[in-house]
């Protein structure tokens, strides 16, 4: 994997990882979440990955980070996901 590509991955776990809080807490954590959204949407525009598809994006975020947990059923995003209409 390149460093650009490296790098977006980076910046799109940084974002991630800052949405949680930024709904638990979106008075302290409004700025941090634009800045992550920012962030990740530039290193991933300037790594030629912006548009990529979700399976191969997600290929590209396990070959970087194969220890990350992965999302289960119960997590309501990926539940949200699998509901028909979704």
């Given at each position: ?14 974002l ?20 992550a ?11 030629g ?6 399976e191969t ?20 995003a ?9």
């Amino acid at each position: 994997m390149d460093a650009l590509t490296r790098n977006a991955v980076i910046a799109y776990l940084r974002l991630l990882a800052t949405l949680p809080l930024a709904v638990l807490d979106p008075d302290n954590f409004e700025e941090a979440l634009s800045a992550a959204a920012w962030q990740a949407n530039a290193a991933m525009k300037e790594a030629g990955v912006l548009h990529m598809p979700l399976e191969t994006w997600t290929v590209l975020v396990r070959e970087a980070f194969p220890d990350l947990p992965r999302p289960t059923a119960a997590d309501p995003a990926v539940a949200d996901t699998a509901q028909p209409g979704h």
